[in-house]
C-alpha cells in the first residue's frame, strides 16, 4: 500500500504544479536579442534592478536575428518587451511585426562596438588595410582577368610590405553577428578597392566577397570569443577577429592590428576614426511600456548619462559611447518615446 | 595415432607456436592496460585543470571601509534612494587625501565594487538606525585587484596595457600593509544570483533554477516511466503493436536533446502558452528526455524479477494487480530508482534544449517557484565561459565543480542503493 499511496501522493503534486497559474501577469521585463548587446543590457539590467523595486529584468542571449523573431511574434505578456540587436532591423522584419500587430516599435541606438583583429603580444602588431585583409581571407579572388581559388599563403604574398608569416585567422562562425558585420565592413569594403579589370560583368555579379577561405587559412573558432584570445596566445603567428570588450578585457596579451593607419582603441573607436565599427540597438515595444512595470525606467537608466555616457559604467564593460549630440538625440527619444518610421 | 610432426608437444614448431599465444595474449593485456592509463590521465588532467583553475574563486578579495553615513547623504524619505555610493567615495578619498583629479579618483574609486554600495544600502534597509554613526566593514573589491592578489595580471607589462595602473597598485599595497586588505572566504558565490561584476557573481538563483527543474522533471517521469514500464512489461500483449512501442522508446532514448527542446517550444510554449524560461518548461523538457531512460531501466529491472515469484502469487490466489504491485514491484524498485537518479544526472547537466525554451538567460533575481524565470547550473557555466572580464575564468571553473560535486553525489547514492537492496537470484 505504501507504493500506491507514493505513487498518488506524486500525481497529486504533478497535477498542482500543472494547475498553477500559468498565465499570470509577467512582473519583470523580458528581454531577448544579440550577444554582443548582452554583456552591456546585462550590467544595466543589473543596475536597474539593485536600485529600483522592480524585479531585474530577464535577457535572454538569443542572437540579433533570433530575439526580432521573438520580439516581433506578437503583443502581450507572453512576448519580449525589448530586443536587443548589434544591426539595424531589416525591413522584412518591420513588416513582419506590423502584421503581428505591433505597431510602433522605439529604436534606440546605445553606443558603438568596434571589431578587431588581434594577435599575440609576442609578435609584431600587424599594419593592415581592408584590401590586405580582403586578399587574404576571400574564398576567390582576382588574379590575371579572372576569379581564382585563393593561392596565398603567407601575408608576404598579400602584401610585400607584410611579414612572411603564414595566414592563419581564427574568427567568428557564420550564424555570428560579428561575423555579419565584418565581412560588411572589412570584405565588402576591401573588395572595392581590388583591381577587377578583364573580369566579365557576368562573373562579378555572381561574386561574393564575403565568401570566406575554406582551406584552413580562415578557421571558425565557435561563438567563445575567450577561445580564440587563448588560442592566440598560444600561437603567435594567428590573427583573431572578436569585439573590443575582449580586446579591452585582454590587452596584457593580446594587442589589435592597425587597420588603415588606426589602431583600435577606445578613442578611435569613438572618434569614428578606426573603420571597423558598428552601431548597437534595441527596440521596445511601445504597447507594453505601462503594461509591464517597469518598461520606462528601465529606459531611462539606459539612456542616462551614468550609464552610456562617457564616463559611464557602460564604457567601463567596453562599451564605445555615442558621440554628445547622438546621445542627447537619442535620449530624447527614448524620453518621448518615439516611435520609428517603417523603412 | 603416432602425433605428427605440427602438434607434437616437443617438437620445435610447437613452442614457437605457444610463445608466439603467449606473446599475443601478452600485448593484448598491455594494449588493454594501456588504454585504461590513457583514459585516466586525461581524466586526471580534465579534473585537475578544473581544480587548479577554480579553487581560487572559492576566496575573494575584500577591502575594509571606514565609512560615515551622514545624514545629508539621505534627502529622501526613501532610503534606497540614498547616495550610498557617495557615502563609499567619501571613505575612499579619506583614506588617499592625496588624490585629486577626476582620473585619479576615478581610479581610486574602480578598487572597490559596486557591491559596496548594494551592501551598504541593505545594511540601512535593515536597520535604518544605523544613519548617522560610523563603522567599519569589508566590501569585496573590483575584479581586477581580486585578479591581482591572484596573481593573474602581469606588473611587468607596461601600464597602458594592464587593467591594475602603478598608481592603484601603489595604493592596493598601501590598502594591504595597512591590514585593510585581505582574502576571505567568498560567500557571495553561494547566496546570489549571477551578476555582470565577477566579484558579486553567484551561482544560488542558477542551482535553486535547476533543483526546481528537476523536482519537475522527477515528479512528472517517474511515475509516468514505471507505470509505462509495468504496463508494458506485466499485461501489455505481445503484438506488432507493442513491438513498435518498444523500438520507438528505444530510439527515444537516442534522440539528440535538442530536438526535444525544439518540441518544447512548439508545443508547451507555443501550443499551451506556459511562460519561457521557467522551471516548468524546462522540467517539462526535461521530462521528455528522461522518460525513456527511465521506462528502460523500469523495464529491466522488472525483467529481472524471476517468474516464480509472479507463479507463486498468482498461485495462491493474488490478481494479476495484486501480484504486480504486491510482490513484483517492491523487488523492482532500487533498480528503478537507480535508473531514475542516473536519469536525473543526465539532466542535471542538459543545456541544449534548455537554450530553446529561453533558460539560457541572465537572471540575477532568485527564482522562488516553478513559474519564475530562471536559469540552470550548465547554463551558468556556459554564460560565464562566454564572459570578457577574466575574472570570470575561475568562477566558470568553480561552478563546474559544483556542478561534479552535485553529479558525483547522486550517482554515488545511485551506486549505494544499488549495493543496498541488490538482490541476487
Known amino acids: 500500500m505504501k507504493i500506491k499511496g507514493l505513487i498518488v501522493a506524486g500525481a497529486l503534486a504533478t497535477a498542482t504544479i500543472m494547475s498553477s497559474p500559468a498565465h499570470a501577469n509577467r512582473d519583470y521585463i523580458s528581454i531577448v536579442g544579440s550577444s554582443t548587446v548582452y554583456p552591456f543590457a546585462t550590467v544595466v539590467a543589473e543596475q536597474f534592478g539593485k536600485t529600483t523595486q522592480f524585479k531585474t529584468p530577464k535577457i535572454e542571449s538569443t542572437g540579433s536575428g533570433g530575439g526580432l523573431k521573438l520580439f516581433c511574434a506578437g503583443v502581450g505578456v507572453d512576448h519580449p518587451d525589448i530586443t536587443n540587436a548589434s544591426r539595424a532591423i531589416k525591413k522584412s522584419e518591420q513588416e513582419k511585426c506590423a502584421a503581428n500587430g505591433i505597431k510602433d516599435i522605439v529604436e534606440v541606438k546605445i553606443g558603438y562596438d568596434g571589431i578587431v583583429l588581434a594577435n599575440s603580444k609576442k609578435a609584431d602588431p600587424m599594419q593592415l588595410t581592408r584590401k590586405d585583409i580582403f586578399l587574404a581571407l576571400a574564398k576567390d579572388v582576382p588574379m590575371d582577368g579572372k576569379l581564382v581559388p585563393n593561392p596565398y599563403m603567407t601575408w608576404k604574398d598579400v602584401n610585400s610590405a607584410l611579414p612572411a608569416t603564414k595566414i592563419e585567422v581564427l574568427g567568428p562562425p557564420p550564424t555570428s553577428g560579428t561575423r555579419d558585420a565584418f565581412v560588411e565592413l572589412v570584405m565588402e569594403e576591401g573588395v572595392e578597392e581590388v583591381d577587377m579589370s578583364g573580369i566579365s560583368d557576368e562573373v562579378k555579379e555572381k561574386f561574393e566577397p564575403g565568401a570566406l577561405r575554406e582551406d584552413g587559412a580562415y578557421v571558425e573558432a565557435g561563438e567563445n570569443d575567450n577561445l580564440i584570445v587563448q588560442k592566440l596566445q598560444a600561437n603567435p603567428d594567428a590573427l583573431g577577429i572578436f569585439g573590443f570588450s575582449f580586446l ?47 518598461i520606462a525606467e528601465y529606459l531611462a537608466e539606459f539612456a542616462s548619462e551614468k550609464a552610456w555616457g562617457p564616463e559611464g559604467y557602460l564604457a567601463d564593460k567596453g562599451m564605445i559611447p555615442m558621440p554628445d549630440a547622438e546621445r542627447k538625440q537619442f535620449a530624447d527619444d527614448v524620453k518621448n518615446l518615439k516611435p520609428m518610421a517603417m523603412k | 595415432m603416432q602425433p605428427t610432426e605440427s602438434t607434437n608437444a616437443f617438437s620445435p614448431e610447437f613452442n614457437q607456436r605457444l610463445k608466439r599465444r603467449y606473446r599475443a595474449e601478452q600485448s593484448f593485456k598491455l594494449m588493454g592496460i594501456g588504454a585504461i592509463f590513457i583514459a585516466l590521465a586525461f581524466l586526471v ?88 554613526t560610523s563603522f567599519s566593514i569589508w566590501v569585496p573589491a573590483k575584479d581586477d585587484v581580486d585578479m591581482l592578489m591572484k596573481g593573474n595580471i602581469d606588473m611587468d607589462q607596461p601600464e597602458a596595457n594592464r587593467r591594475i595602473k602603478d598608481k592603484q597598485y601603489e595604493r592596493i599595497r598601501t590598502l594591504e600593509y595597512g591590514g585593510r586588505l585581505q582574502m576571505r572566504f567568498n560567500k557571495t558565490f553561494f547566496t546570489s544570483g549571477d551578476s555582470r561584476e565577477p566579484e558579486l557573481a553567484g551561482i544560488l538563483s542558477a542551482a535553486k533554477g535547476s533543483f526546481y527543474t528537476l523536482v519537475i522533471t522527477l515528479l512528472l517521469s517517474f511515475p509516468m516511466g514505471v507505470a509505462a514500464a509495468i504496463y508494458l512489461e506485466e499485461f501489455a500483449p505481445d503484438n506488432t503493436f507493442t513491438d513498435l512501442i518498444e523500438i520507438n522508446i528505444n530510439n527515444l532514448a537516442a534522440v539528440p536533446s535538442i530536438i526535444f527542446g525544439l518540441l518544447g517550444l512548439a508545443i508547451f510554449i507555443n501550443f499551451w502558452g506556459i511562460p519561457r524560461s521557467t522551471p516548468l518548461v524546462g522540467g517539462l523538457v526535461l521530462t521528455l528526455m528522461t522518460l525513456p531512460t527511465i521506462i528502460i531501466a523500469a523495464r529491466a529491472s522488472l525483467k529481472s524479477v524471476p517468474p516464480s515469484i509472479r507463479e507463486a502469487a498468482l498461485g495462491v490466489g493474488a490478481s494479476k494487480i495484486q501480484t504486480v504491485f504486491h510482490h513484483v514491484l517492491p523487488l523492482a524498485l532500487p533498480g528503478m530508482l537507480t535508473g531514475t537518479i542516473i536519469g536525473m544526472a543526465q539532466a542535471l547537466g542538459e543545456t541544449a534544449p534548455l537554450l530553446m525554451i529561453g533558460m539560457v538567460a541572465f537572471i540575477v533575481d532568485i527564482p522562488g517557484g516553478f513559474t519564475d524565470p530562471a536559469a540552470a547550473l550548465p547554463v551558468q557555466i556556459y554564460l560565464w565561459a562566454d564572459s570578457p572580464e577574466r575574472a570570470f575564468t575561475e568562477k566558470t571553473s568553480a561552478a563546474i565543480i559544483i556542478l561534479l560535486g552535485f553529479l558525483i553525489l547522486m550517482n554515488a547514492v545511485a551506486v549505494y542503493m544499488r549495493k543496498k537492496f541488490e538482490i541476487k537470484w
Do not use: C, W
Open chain 1, 248 to 294: 579591452d578585457q585582454n590587452a596584457d596579451v593580446i594587442q589589435g592590428s592597425i587597420i588603415e593607419g588606426e589602431s583600435p582603441t577606445f578613442e578611435n573607436i569613438a572618434a569614428g576614426k578606426y573603420p571597423v565599427s558598428r552601431p548597437l540597438f534595441f527596440y521596445v515595444k511601445k504597447a507594453h511600456v505601462g503594461t509591464i512595470p517597469g
Open chain 2, 45 to 132: 588532467f580534465l579534473l585537475s585543470t578544473i581544480l587548479m583553475s577554480g579553487y581560487s574563486a572559492f576566496k575573494q578579495t575584500y577591502i575594509k571601509l571606514d565609512v560615515t553615513l551622514d545624514k545629508e547623504y539621505f534627502p529622501d524619505e526613501d532610503l534606497a534612494k540614498g547616495d550610498f555610493q557617495g557615502i563609499v567615495k567619501a571613505s575612499l578619498y579619506s583614506m588617499f587625501p592625496e588624490v585629486s583629479g577626476r582620473r585619479d579618483k576615478r581610479m581610486l574609486n574602480n578598487l572597490v565594487s559596486k557591491g559596496a554600495a548594494f551592501k551598504l544600502m541593505d545594511m540601512v534597509e535593515a536597520d535604518p538606525k544605523l544613519i548617522g
